[in-house]
């Protein structure tokens, strides 16, 4: 799993609660402004690291604290968004968001699993890992 996703209520808020918890660092991501999406950088995680995560404004309200799946989002390395964005679709799978191309990043895709699980894909830009 190559990158990991936190989605908060609050970025602001959040971004200073796991700065203070973790010592994370927040860099805004170009074409994430709508979500206020953020890449991560601390110990381990970052754009020079084999893990990378990013924090976004939830798309909807928080669930109710105690709720079985409180979670975020994990996103795979795939050789090729597109087709196994394509595969999923044919195979039980749901649009959460269909592949998109991030510049420095890759391309991104994420599809609802059925079990109500959201599966993020990504096939790193060249010379991204």
């Known amino acids: 799993?190559?990158?990991f996703e936190i989605?908060?209520?609050n970025p602001a808020e959040a971004r200073q609660?796991?700065?203070?918890?973790?010592?994370w660092?927040?860099?805004?991501?170009?074409?994430g402004e709508d979500v206020e999406?953020?890449?991560?950088?601390?110990?381990?995680?970052?754009?020079?690291?084999?893990?990378?995560?990013?924090?976004m404004r939830r798309l909807g309200s928080a669930p109710d604290p105690g709720s079985p799946v409180r979670g975020g989002t994990m996103t795979f390395?795939?050789?090729d968004c597109d087709a196994s964005y394509a595969w999923a679709l044919?195979?039980?799978?749901?649009?959460?968001?269909?592949?998109?191309?991030?510049p420095g990043i890759g391309r991104c895709a994420y599809v609802e699993d059925g079990h109500g699980n959201i599966v993020g894909l990504i096939t790193p830009?060249?010379?991204?890992h």
């Open 90 to 102: 044919e195979n039980g799978g749901a649009e959460a968001l269909p592949p998109t191309d991030y």
């Open 17 to 23: 609660f796991y700065a203070g918890l973790l010592g």
């Open 77 to 79: 390395e795939v050789e």
């Open 37 to 55: 999406y953020n890449l991560i950088e601390g110990n381990q995680i970052g754009q020079d690291s084999p893990l990378t995560g990013g924090m």
């Open 1 to 3: 799993m190559p990158h």
């Open 25 to 31: 660092r927040f860099e805004p991501m170009p074409g």
């Open 125 to 128: 830009a060249a010379g991204e």
């Open 7 to 9: 989605h908060v209520s």
